[in-house]
């Protein structure tokens, strides 16, 4: 409950709004969860991504019904693809995923984890900024390549080594620069920092 604490102290703005459309545009809420929450929430929901608000800390999702439902979310919130973590700025519209849901004190729902179950196809990536998640532009020499992984170091210059992760949903030129990159190799990309030492591309240039 701490987590869904702070997201109601925190973002209570964002969950206004959350709340606002999903009475205007959303129908309602409560009733569209109903039958996949228990009384005690922690279920989960299947649909597709409509959007991602990071503004806002908000997703929608469409389920198969083709009822939309608003899931807040925060910093808190992870989303995963074949055993690996991502941040929630990986989302597209498309995406099939699995959200894990729980009620908030004010009526509305919070994910904490999404599955995406398959990834949308022929997706692009975003170099705009979006809330918290600041995407930067990036360039180094390759110093190990991981292709299982995808990952690759990068050596940025004053003795920083950074360790790059491919995002789930790369494009498919981006895949391919990937896949023909070598040890030695100049590169250049827009990327978002996930600590101090790990970089998720976003896309190259």
Same mark, same amino acid.
């Given at each position: 409950m701490s987590v869904i604490q702070r997201s109601v102290r925190g973002g209570a703005a964002a969950l206004i709004l959350f709340t606002s459309a999903a009475c205007s545009g959303m129908g309602n809420v409560g009733d569209i969860l109903g039958?996949?929450?228990?009384?005690?929430?922690?279920?989960?929901v299947?649909?597709?991504?409509? %959007? #991602?608000?990071?503004r806002n800390q908000q997703l929608s999702l469409r389920q198969s019904n083709g009822q939309d439902v608003a899931?807040?979310?925060?910093?808190?919130?992870?989303?995963?693809y074949q055993n690996r973590a991502y941040s929630v700025t990986s989302l597209e519209s498309g995406d099939q995923v699995q959200a894990k849901v729980q009620q908030l004190q004010n009526g509305g729902y919070y994910t904490? %984890? #999404?599955w995406v179950t398959q990834p949308v196809q022929g997706s692009?990536?975003?170099t705009t900024t979006s809330g918290s998640q600041n995407v930067q532009s990036l360039t180094g020499s390759v110093r190990s390549i991981d292709r299982t992984a995808g990952t690759f170091t990068l050596d940025v210059g004053n003795n920083t080594v950074l360790t790059v992760s491919m995002p789930y949903n790369a494009s498919s030129t981006d895949v391919n620069k990937f896949n023909a990159m070598r040890t030695g190799d100049y590169v250049r990309f827009y990327g978002v920092y996930l600590?101090?030492?790990?970089?998720?591309?976003?896309q190259y240039y």
């Open positions: 039958s996949v929450l228990g009384a005690g929430g922690g279920q989960q299947a649909g597709t991504i409509r %959007s #991602v608000d990071t899931l807040a979310f925060d910093n808190q919130t992870a989303v995963i904490d %984890s #999404v692009g990536t975003t600590n101090a030492t790990r970089v998720e591309l976003r």
